[in-house]
């Protein structure tokens, strides 16, 4: 039939959910991702097991009987050369596939081990965070990896092995040994200096401690410090006890053997430092000559290079001691204990101070993350804005999150750090939302919405923080708020994608995906994606852990445990949304068994913007949608349509993606193993030929009727890529209808 006119919609756009929505945008985009070489939407995607090979398994092998996974993350060093995936989970008794009535009782931070089924532990005493707690918070600073769950113990991770954060406590003072109260037989006493004797290089006048002089007073005392493999250096001990003695007489027979009159002080019961420790720093006075009335200053004397020898041996004279001993704030305890994220900035180690103190920001001394001064620290709580809920390093800015804020931390070490408001009425809960878009910004997810910071306040240019989820308002009020700080989002250079998964309509887990695609800048949604917590690896992968796991056993033994899925899955063009079991009878003398069998892939549904084709008061008679995409074999399509915003659609018919006017492509089966259309092999045709897809037109007929506004969609869980679309239609002059009138009733 021939219409007046035939608008086409090119460059297909994402969702846009308002009622005077943009004409190519989509109202509805489920499952879908951007074709790089057509940029039009393409459903080719799913997810697969991180475990290679698990269709061909009978059971998970090594992750078997997992429940849901806790955390996800990916952390590289020496420029990718070295990689681990690390991830929490806790698993069921593999005998009676029950869990612990304790949720806490296994839960373990392992780390998984290339591409072979078995994984290391890290930490075998982990928690499970509330629903409206941030579940573990991972960040690297030098060659370790910080680890934080706030009601755990915090912990550095060196790709080896896993110790506490921070100096929890001090050290212990040594015990320096006593004088023999007559000075007449050193040898044979208890506990007791030792003399200097003679040696080849004069030793006895170049070292020694007290003075030579008959008849003084000699009294020192001594601390320690605990040095750890980055160089960060404990709190000094306490003050050890005296050791006192008086220089003796050359007549003293016990001094006929040597010259100097000066001793080596034995030091036992030095120390050992805490798990990563490989040093000790041994301080000491000057001679106290006027006993306590002289003040206690304190001198490096030396350092014992070791973390397993508790005895030491000091002769060192009191010109040869070395500089002032570091100040009482200069190294303090660890200050916040139950910290929960962290973020390097300026190579320092930024921590909030917990749940007990959640409005405290302390930094750590440069490249030394075990140590902290006492007077470096910020305090917001003086300003509106909430507690502090995270942190996130932005170029040469650090982004401190609030529940209604954003504070700016800027400087360094040596001109001091300031923090200061960024934005007012604008925080977030889900700290694991937010993630750096390069050449974009910063994105985060907040109960009001999406958010991108962007810009800088370096050399004159502003800094920006702008709502970029305006068009998707009816999803992000479906957003479970009491859960949100459970959302997790990153994003992918290889995708060019940020994802976003969080609970929706009060779902107890993650149950809904948000995706902004870079290459149109614009939302698409995904379902049926398990994903509870989400991580990017170096090239550009999704990964994430499963949100439920296992968790029943199934009925026989050797089943497993049901649902199917547990462990690692990654985002990825394979067609198939997972897994499940499949119950096997018992045939004769063969027991019952279940095997894995994909599921398939998810449902992908496209509905496009309702049009009023520029005059909403006129009736229009939709007659022909074309849909032009690229063919996909002999896949069917569901094609429907809708008029006047109506709560129900239209039907229009199944088509084919295959070119209408010519012979059918060949293409592969997959199910089948074979290529249809195919002519038979012979020796002249040794390999069928999967052809290059074409792009072509599907023509869809619409049933002749009045409309105001028209849409159209379709749904479909076989491959398809939609470049754009065109309708044809007539508008009759009709007008609608006057409001209806008063009712009777």
């Not at 039939?1 to 985009?29: A, R, V």
């Not at 296994?106 to 780390?111: A, D, G, I, S």
């Not at 990563?276 to 306590?292: M, P, Q, S, V, W």
């Not at 063919?631 to 349509?641: A, I, L, M, P």
Request: hydrophobic share 35%; aromatic share 14%.
């Amino acid at each position: 039939m021939q219409t007046d006119n035939k608008p086409q919609y090119k460059e297909i756009l994402g969702i846009d959910e308002g009622l005077q929505p943009i004409e190519n945008s989509s109202f509805k985009l489920v499952n879908w991702t951007v074709d790089v070489k057509s940029k039009g939407w393409d459903n080719r995607i799913g997810y697969e097991s991180l475990i290679p090979s698990v269709e061909k398994r009978s059971n998970w092998a090594g992750f078997q009987n997992g429940g849901p996974v806790n955390s996800v993350y990916f952390w590289n060093t020496h420029q990718g050369a070295k990689s681990w995936l690390l991830y929490e989970q806790a698993f069921a008794d593999i005998v009676t596939k029950t869990f612990p009535a304790d949720a806490n009782a296994n839960m373990k931070l392992h780390y998984w081990k290339g591409n072979t089924l078995q994984n290391a532990v890290v930490d075998n005493q982990r928690s499970v965070q509330a629903n409206d707690e941030l579940y573990t918070h991972y960040n690297p600073i030098g060659k370790n990896l910080v680890i934080l769950s706030g009601n755990g113990r915090p912990l550095k991770f060196d790709g080896v092995k896993a110790v506490t954060l921070g100096f929890l406590e001090a050290p212990n003072p040594p015990i320096p040994w006593g004088v023999n109260g007559d000075g007449l037989n050193f040898a044979i006493a208890d506990q007791t200096v030792i003399p200097i004797t003679p040696h080849s290089f004069n030793m006895d006048k170049s070292y020694g401690v007290g003075s030579a002089t008959a008849f003084d007073e000699n009294r020192y005392r001594y601390k320690v410090s605990f040095i750890m493999d980055n160089g960060s250096e404990s709190p000094l001990s306490s003050a050890s006890i005296h050791t006192y003695w008086e220089t003796f007489s050359n007549a003293a027979p016990a001094y006929a053997i040597f010259n100097d009159r000066r001793v080596a002080i034995y030091l036992e019961n030095v120390p050992l430092g805490p798990d990563g420790c490989i040093a000790r720093k041994i301080y000491r006075t000057k001679n106290l000559t006027d006993g306590d009335t002289i003040e206690e200053i304190y001198y490096y004397c030396d350092t014992i290079t070791n973390n397993n020898e508790t005895n030491y041996v000091d002769y060192t004279k009191d010109t040869r001691l070395g500089s002032v001993a570091p100040d009482d704030d200069a190294s303090i305890l660890f200050p916040a204990p139950s910290t929960r994220f962290s973020a390097t900035f300026k190579n320092c180690l930024f921590l909030d101070g917990g749940q007990a103190d959640p409005t405290r920001i302390y930094y750590s001394q440069p490249l030394k993350p075990d140590q902290f001064r006492a007077l470096d620290f910020f305090d917001v709580g003086s300003r509106s804005g909430g507690d502090i809920t995270g942190l996130f390093t932005y170029y040469n800015n650090l982004l401190v999150f609030r529940e209604n804020a954003i504070d700016l931390v800027r400087g360094d070490v040596l001109t001091g750090f300031t923090i200061s408001p960024f934005v007012q009425g604008i925080g977030t809960r889900a700290l694991h939302s937010v993630a750096l878009i390069p050449e974009a910004g910063v994105i985060f997810l907040s109960p009001d919405g999406v958010f991108l910071i962007a810009g800088g306040l370096d050399g004159g240019s502003e800094m920006t923080c702008t709502k970029i989820s305006g068009p998707i308002v009816n999803t992000i009020s479906r957003i479970s708020k009491s859960m949100i700080a459970k959302a997790s989002g990153a994003y992918s250079e290889k995708w060019r994608e940020y994802h976003v998964y969080f609970s929706a309509d009060g779902s107890p887990v993650n149950n809904l995906g948000l995706v902004f695609h870079m290459e149109k800048k614009s939302w698409s949604v995904r379902e049926g994606f398990p994903v509870g917590c989400l991580t990017v690896d170096a090239r550009g992968e999704l990964i994430f852990g499963h949100n439920v796991g296992q968790t029943v056993g199934a009925p026989f033994p050797t089943a497993g445990m049901v649902p199917a899925e547990t462990g690692l899955f990654f985002i990825s063009r394979c067609r198939n949304a997972g897994h499940t079991f499949i119950y096997n009878p018992a045939v004769g003398n063969t027991p019952a068994f279940y095997t894995i069998q994909e599921k398939g892939p998810p449902v992908s549904t496209w509905i496009g913007a309702n049009l009023n084709f520029g005059i909403g008061q006129i009736k229009k008679h939709v007659k022909q949608v074309y849909l032009n995409c690229f063919t996909e074999g002999s896949n069917t399509y569901n094609v429907f349509y809708n008029k006047d915003w109506d709560y129900n659609y239209t039907q229009s018919n199944f088509g084919l993606a295959q070119r209408p006017e010519y012979v059918e492509q060949n293409f592969y089966n997959a199910s089948t193993g074979k290529f249809v259309y195919s002519p038979p092999l012979n020796v002249n045709q040794i390999v069928a030929k999967w052809e290059i897809p074409f792009y072509t037109q599907l023509k869809f007929p619409v049933a002749n009727m009045a409309a105001s506004t028209f849409s159209v969609g379709i749904q479909t869980s076989n491959d398809f890529i939609l470049i754009d679309y065109s309708l044809e239609f007539n508008a009759s002059g009709t007008e609608t209808k006057a409001a209806r009138p008063k009712s009777a009733y």
